[in-house]
T-cell receptor, first 114, second 113 residues
């Protein structure tokens, strides 16, 4: 079956530090890959996505590249801010899956200190 | 656009009680789904719908019922609540296609005593 594994948190960084959150996946075929972010007390919102191999998704200074050869979709940001403190979820959607079901990783909590 | 809305925001139930979690979207999305979020486990799919009148089970459907009489609404029913159903519930909607973005509601936090 499909699965997503991401690094456990919490990840604690100082403001302006470099961020990497690792994500690897198992799936048949070529899934679409997503990063969702959940700010405190809110629902999930899309941060970025990539739908085919070697695509790079980017948004708000965050980037992730779809690496088919390593089945990875690591999230990076060059300089984090306090406002980036949130829980980050890596997810995949297998092609032709009924209902567009997302398979999620366990989430990584990021805390950024001033 | 209000997007995806959910009510209530928070609910406390006693074991054996029933309740309905409401979900509505105003984006004319065909696909709607319910997920539950538990610590360290990400989100898991409970039920989904690909259009009015069509529903199907997800990964963890036991103890939950759904119906989809309109495109806009997708309520989730707990027939006899159990402590294992204590969780945060999210409704989501999207257009058809595995590459499409899912839009999530703000969630309902449920505590079953």
């Amino acid at each position: 079956g499909n699965s997503v594994t991401q690094m456990e948190g919490p990840v604690t960084l100082s403001e302006e530090a470099f961020l990497t959150i690792n994500c690897t996946y198992t799936a048949t075929g070529y899934p679409s890959l997503f990063w969702y972010v959940q700010y405190p007390g809110e629902g999930l919102q899309l941060l970025l996505k990539a739908t085919k191999a070697d695509d790079k998704g980017s948004n708000k200074g965050f980037e992730a590249t779809y690496r088919k050869e390593t089945t990875s979709f690591h999230l990076e940001k060059g300089s984090v801010q306090v406002s980036d403190s949130a829980v980050y979820f890596c997810a995949l959607s297998a092609p032709d899956n009924a209902g567009n079901m997302l398979t999620f990783g366990g989430g990584t909590r990021l805390m950024v200190k001033p | 656009n209000a997007g995806v809305t959910q009510t209530p925001k928070f609910q406390v139930l006693k074991t054996g009680q029933s309740m309905t979690l409401q979900c509505a979207q105003d984006m004319n999305h065909e696909y709607m789904s319910w997920y539950r979020q538990d610590p360290g486990m990400g989100l898991r799919l409970i039920h989904y719908s690909v259009g009015a009148g069509i529903t199907d089970q997800g990964e963890v459907p036991n103890g939950y019922n759904v119906s989809r009489s309109t495109t806009e609404d997708f309520p989730l029913r707990l027939l006899s609540a159990a402590p294992s159903q204590t969780s945060v519930y999210f409704c989501a909607s999207s257009q058809q296609g595995s590459q499409e973005t899912q839009y999530f509601g703000p969630g309902t936090r449920l505590l079953v005593l």
